[in-house]
């Protein structure tokens, strides 16, 4: 023993302090291969000690041994080396004293026989010795020594840091938002690199020390260091994996993925469904929703999707449950809307699919999905255990939720038929206590029972507000695909580029397509039928009609049906009938007693929705019940258009009558203008617009392009193009009769279906042709304008009032465009107060997406600011941006403007009241509110304000100016303070100077203007030359690069007594009007207008006469050239 102790302290002595305190930490640990740990308080000292310690602890060359193995692990292999050698020579001395064993002999066969290995494919090639070529792997001997390899790993994975980077390690590891884990507090993680790996291993089990540290270190960017312990864990998790059974976890994500890992899509029934992953397009998803109820028609949703949401925050899928950086609340409970066919429900087998594939939501450990279809066929009492089991058979044991995190899924609230009774359900806390359905969901988003469970609801817009909203942490909106995902979807789901870049080009022939293909479901019907008759060589022209399509892809559909299921006329109509009349109760899940309403037996749908899956969808719960739909609404209202226009065509009926009165008179009555007329007037009575779409169907069936289509469905029908034209004039009468601009929308779309654009393409023209605003436009064409912009993708970006009207009247016949635009631009527009309430009303309505409104430059007064300040304290006002420069407001204005802003604090971001004369009052009024915590607004301007700009007109930017006398030629003198300036025929003796004009009769303004500015010149003599120019204008030689207005470095007016002539870089307009002495001048620098006025001299009043437009890059210089003459600034 004293040989091995001699031996042991000095090769140890070759350690410096470092390498021996880790030395230590090993001895400590309980991993020793068949040696005990040491205490660590038995290790405290000297060398000497621990090397008597180790002696104590264990006998003969036990000793080296452990002494071999650590160095080995601490990368000591020199010393290491030197220790085996003595070993050896120890074992040797030992050995040859002793009889060889029968272990030794069977130790020696297998050393000759494993020793080496033959590299490569070839044999004859010489083995190697294995020892030289074999990769150290870090394996766990089993379950019990998976920490302390963990520990081993971690520890020579850290030493790799130095120490500014182990300080940053140690940060991370207290934050609370590490992913699965909690944070080790700070005074836990005080002292060396073997102190984190110990807390590290003692707060997270198995693998999560690794885990977290790989997190870490990728955030830290060591991505190699983060890899190799990726490697590790796969390892470690591998061996441990294959030698346990298998997890309520892992069952159920197998489960999952089983289930969601492929969807059915494409025309062919007999298609093999496809892989989600392979055709999962991203959605355009924003945060944020209306928050009251819906009441319009999703058709109408559809058409204003993608309007004013640059406002709004988007959000990835996998995020959805991620609270904003600036917002630490946690995200507990999620409702995401969407109308029908956006893609809520892909969405919702995506995100389970990528928890099931361990891609995503790492830190969920159980996902159930419970969809509401599903819900709707269980009855009786439930345990929140039994609920699950019904739908996971292996769920047993409530211990499944304990230090749990627990995703529920529930999908398609608008398709719930229970009551949800959030008031009177009883309170409900415990997993296993039995109850109603209704009960259990209630109190699983309450969170009432299971407090700390994920809950995820999805839902049509118009029944979201089953679940009051104030139960959500977060709501967010699918609104479907953006432009950019439509053509990724279809290069996606179209293998052939050619077919792919076809199908994208006729899309954008079509408004109506184009729009509709924001929603996912329609991208697919409307490939469908393209691919479609693409593949045909007699194929028919490709429809540009809503109608045609849909024509088209139910016949591509039913042709699929088999041969033994001919009749499909009797298939289409039953259907139909189907369709109209849940179409009617507002239905979209139909179940055995509706299906028997319409003489469908419950095997008979089985058949319609095997052979024509793509129309009519059924579902199986786990219970083996079946419910039926559409696919999607726009299916079912097409289907319902089929069968009223059947019915009228072959047997005179009018299903959309239900008054007894309504019958009677159809006796009478029953042409196909009739059945039109009804169908008209019942939509317009719909407040939500639910039977627009069935309404453009109908009428577009008249059309015998589309009824060639229907007749191969339903041979029977007899052919009619009659009434079509009675029909347009009535929908224009309808149209000239001043309906609500919502609802004369619809009925251009009808117009469109009817192929009738006369009345767009009529003020189409004029918007070209620039002369829109000098028209006199008649109730139909405002009406057509209206649907012009609404259906622009411009328009949702930017409005500008200015180029369609400028007076109260035509913006009052623009106000949905305002609202349903993100900016809109209403300044310079000769607004007054009388505007006021209508633009209040857009502002303060729940489905208005405007957030940047600028009103300058208009007569608002503070009574138009009052009614605007009402507007804004309405809680449904999301408006970030208002302008109102220059509309005379004062104090009274800016005291309605802060009480609003007391009332809705939370969205206006920026007020610009510049021009304006709001006093200090006023402007303490609002600064007020700036100052506010509780007060979102940021940004606050009140330059240039006082009681001069309280004069209406341009006149309310007046400025002071003087002239410049060293730009002065030397033929004008300048005098009254150098405000006037006269052309003598002597030569004036002025200074040299760079800046003076040598050989132009010109002189400048010392000010340079860059804002709004208007100054008034009067001027006698033969005649004046008035304008501007950058200080950079030439002021030697005698070409036209010195004169005002004939290069691209100034702008003027030249003013005599029978005529005044705007020039600009050598262009010239020439003006006959009656002339005054008298010009006043105004600058929009930021706008790029400069304008000139006549001004009479009695009454002051002001006459345009020409305005420049320009992008101005500088600062602008007044200037003038007087010959024979004078010119003076005028006080105003």
Known sequence: MEFIREILLKALEDLDEADLERFQWHLQQPNLPGFAPIPKARLKGNLFNIVDRMCQSYKDSGVLEIAVVILKKMNQNNLAEKLETTMGRNKALSNAKKPETVQDKSKNIQKTKCESIPEGPSLDKPSTFVNKTFADLYIVKGVTAGMEFIREILLKALEDLDEADLKRFQWYLQQPNLPRFAPIPKARLK???????????????????????????????????????????????AIF????????????????????????????LDKPSTYLNMIFTDLYIVKGGTGGVYTEHEIQQIEGLFRGTAGKPTVKSSDIFKACPEDRTPVRKVLTLGIAGVGKTVLVNKIILDWAEDKANHDIDYIFPLAFRNLNLMTGNYSLMQLLSQHFEFLNSKSTFDDSKVLFIFDGLDESRLPLDFAKNELVCDVQKDTTLDALITNLIRGELLPHALVWVTSRPAAASRVPHAYFNQITE??????????????????????????????????????????????????????????????????????????????????????????TDKIVLKLGRLAFLQLQSGNLIFYKEDLRECGIDINEASVYSGVCTQIFRQDRTMQEKRCFSFVHLSIQEFLAAVYVFHAHRNYKRNPVLQSLAGK????????????????????LESKNGHLDLFLRFLLGLSLKSNQDHVRDLLPEIKESEDHVKETIKHLKEKIRANISPERSINLFYCLNELKDDSLVEEVQSYVRQGS??????????????????????????????????????????????????????????????????????????KSSYLRCLDLSDNNLQDSGVNKLAAGLKDPHCKLETLRLSGCLVTDEGCSSLASALKSNPLHLKELDLSYNNPGDAGVQLLNDRRDDPKCKLEKLNFDYCGPLRMLTGPRKYACELTLDPTTVHQHLSLSEGNKKVTWEEEEQKHPKHSNRFKFKEQVLCREALSRRSYWEVGWSGEGVHIGVAYK??????????????????????????????????????????????????????????????????DTKALEHLHTFCATFTEPLHPGFRVLHSSAWLDRI
């Open 191 to 237: 002292g060396n690199l073997f102190n984190i790996v110990d807390r590290m291993c003692q707060s997270y089990k198995d693998s999560g020390a690794l885990e977290i540290a790989v997190v870490i270190l990728k955030k830290m960017s060591q991505n190699n260091l983060a890899e190799k312990l990726e490697t590790t864990v796969g390892i470690n998790k």
């Open 772 to 845: 829109l605003a000098s028209e006199e436009l008649s109730p139909p064409q405002w009406s057509a304008l209206v649907f012009l912009l609404l259906t622009s993708e411009d328009t949702q970006k930017l409005f500008d009032l200015k180029k369609y009207t400028q007076t109260d009247k035509g913006l009052r016949r623009l106000l949905p465009v305002v609202g349903y635009s993100a900016q809109s631009l209403l300044d310079r527009c000769n607004l007054t107060n009388a505007s006021c309430e209508g633009i209040a009303s857009v502002i303060s309505s």
């Open 664 to 683: 009677f008179k159809w006796i009478f009555q029953h042409t196909l203008l009739d059945l039109h007329k009804t169908a008209v007037n019942k939509a």
């Open 1032 to 1097: 950079q204008i030439r002021r030697e030689g005698q070409g036209e690069d010195c004169w005002l207005g004939h290069n691209e470095e100034s702008w003027k007016l030249y003013c005599s007594h029978d005529s005044y002539t705007a020039w600009h870089c050598k262009k010239s307009i020439y003006m006959s009007v009656h002339c005054s002495t008298i010009i006043g001048v105004f600058l929009d620098w930021e706008a790029g207008t400069l304008s000139f006025y006549n001004v009479s001299p």
């Open 478 to 567: 699918i609104q479907g695909f953006s432009d950019k995902q439509k053509v990724e979807y279809f290069r996606k789901t179209i293998r052939d580029k050619d077919t792919a870049s076809k199908v994208i080009s006729h899309m954008k022939t079509s408004r109506s397509i184009h729009i509709m293909c924001h929603i996912p479901v329609f991208c697919w019907i409307f490939a469908t039928v393209v691919q479609t008759m693409l593949c045909q060589r007699d194929h028919h022209e490709i429809p540009t009609t809503l109608t045609g399509m849909y024509a088209s892809f139910l016949i591509y559909q039913t042709r699929q049906m088999d041969i033994k299921y001919h009749k």
């Open 241 to 268: 994996n294959a030698k346990k059974p298998k997890t309520v976890q892992e069952k159920l994500k197998n489960i999952l993925k089983t289930k969601y890992e492929s969807i059915h899509e494409g025309p062919s």
